[in-house]
């Protein structure tokens, strides 16, 4: 019984492989009836038209364009970038902040923006744990909407180990130490010509990661609306999954109608919270 396939370019075609696996897939990507070929192809060229990921389900056959394809891996590349970038700025950032707790320094402006030092803290949390040993925990929750988002996994990487390996920055050692800080005698700091460059480099990396973000999510946002217009819940592609997280109601704790019943702060605790540099970056 001859079955068809989709091929690179676009076409339908009979599959004659018979000794070796089909390049264009497994069973999933192949069809038992003309027809039903036809009919993934209409799906993936409206889709293409529109400038969606060219994704089609029928029944329990899945296909794919070699254009989205290549979004799909492009996604997942961004994705591991986005956060190997955000770790290298944290690492900056962490640098920094050091240094200027050594010395004491709370803020710096520059030319690219100001700095300043957001000391440790505390911050109110509901303790949860005393609520359930009162047993009111269920009287104060209310329903909150999730919406529907897409979320990646490495495939096998269930402790999450190779995907930290993989975002971890580059072995570099951050120029800058107490030496590129001057305090002044009005007590004002500032920074050696090696500082500056830094903070420049700090300020190009976070303008350039907003923007390499929004293109991203605004990708992310676009095949989790095709995976859910073909009832997918995931996509697996060159070792990694997409998978579609539906809209959901969850239950969260209503600290509103706690504060008006007057248990909030009976009911309440305070958790630290480590300093961290704030960067108001100038335009």
Same mark, same amino acid.
């Given at each position: 019984?001859?079955?068809?396939?989709?091929?690179?370019?676009?076409?339908?075609?009979?599959?004659?492989?018979?000794?070796?696996?089909?390049?264009?897939?497994?069973?999933?990507?192949?069809?038992?009836?003309?027809?039903?070929?036809?009919?993934?192809?209409?799906?993936?060229?409206?889709?293409?038209?529109?400038?969606?990921?060219?994704?089609?389900?029928?029944?329990?056959?899945?296909?794919? +364009?070699?254009?989205?394809?290549?979004?799909?891996?492009?996604?997942?590349?961004?994705?591991?970038?986005?956060?190997?970038?955000?770790?290298? +700025?944290?690492?900056?950032?962490?640098?920094?902040?050091?240094?200027?707790?050594?010395?004491?320094?709370?803020?710096?402006?520059?030319?690219?923006?100001?700095?300043?030092?957001?000391?440790?803290?505390? *911050?109110?949390?509901?303790?949860?744990?005393?609520?359930?040993?009162?047993?009111?925990?269920?009287?104060?929750?209310?329903? +909150?909407?999730?919406?529907?988002?897409?979320?990646?996994?490495?495939?096998?990487?269930?402790?999450? +180990?190779?995907?930290?390996?993989?975002?971890?920055?580059?072995?570099?050692?951050?120029?800058?130490?107490?030496?590129?800080?001057?305090?002044?005698?009005?007590?004002?700091? *500032?920074?050696?010509?090696?500082?500056?460059?830094?903070?420049?480099?700090?300020?190009?990396?976070?303008?350039?990661?907003?923007?390499?973000?929004?293109?991203?999510?605004?990708?992310?946002?676009?095949?989790?609306?095709?995976?859910?217009?073909?009832?997918?819940?995931?996509?697996?592609?060159?070792?990694?999954?997409?998978?579609?997280?539906?809209?959901?109601?969850?239950?969260?704790?209503?600290?509103?109608?706690?504060?008006?019943?007057?248990?909030?702060?009976?009911?309440?605790?305070?958790?630290?919270?480590?300093?961290?540099?704030?960067?108001?970056?100038?335009?």
């Amino acid at each position: 019984m001859a079955k068809y396939h989709i091929k690179k370019n676009g076409e339908k075609a009979i599959c004659r492989a018979t000794v070796r696996a089909c390049p264009r897939g497994g069973a999933s990507q192949h069809f038992e009836s003309v027809e039903d070929c036809d009919k993934a192809l209409d799906i993936m060229n409206e889709k293409a038209a529109k400038n969606e990921f060219a994704i089609a389900r029928v029944g329990n056959k899945i296909v794919i +364009s070699e254009e989205s394809k290549k979004s799909i891996r492009d996604l997942t590349t961004a994705q591991l970038n986005i956060e190997k970038i955000e770790n290298t +700025s944290k690492l900056i950032r962490n640098t920094i902040k050091d240094v200027f707790e050594e010395l004491g320094v709370k803020k710096v402006n520059t030319e690219y923006g100001g700095l300043s030092v957001i000391a440790a803290s505390q *911050r109110t949390v509901v303790d949860v744990d005393k609520m359930m040993e009162a047993d009111i925990y269920s009287d104060y929750l209310k329903d +909150s909407d999730r919406k529907s988002y897409v979320m990646f996994k490495i495939i096998g990487d269930e402790d999450g +180990s190779k995907r930290k390996t993989l975002t971890k920055p580059d072995n570099f050692e951050v120029p800058f130490s107490k030496d590129d800080v001057v305090i002044l005698d009005n007590g004002e700091a *500032r920074l050696s010509e090696r500082g500056l460059a830094l903070i420049k480099n700090l300020r190009d990396i976070d303008l350039s990661l907003k923007e390499v973000k929004a293109n991203h999510d605004e990708m992310r946002d676009k095949l989790n609306e095709t995976m859910r217009e073909e009832s997918l819940p995931g996509i697996k592609f060159g070792g990694s999954t997409w998978e579609s997280v539906p809209e959901t109601t969850a239950k969260i704790v209503d600290t509103q109608k706690m504060k008006d019943e007057g248990v909030y702060d009976e009911y309440t605790k305070k958790i630290d919270t480590v300093s961290s540099l704030r960067a108001r970056w100038a335009k």
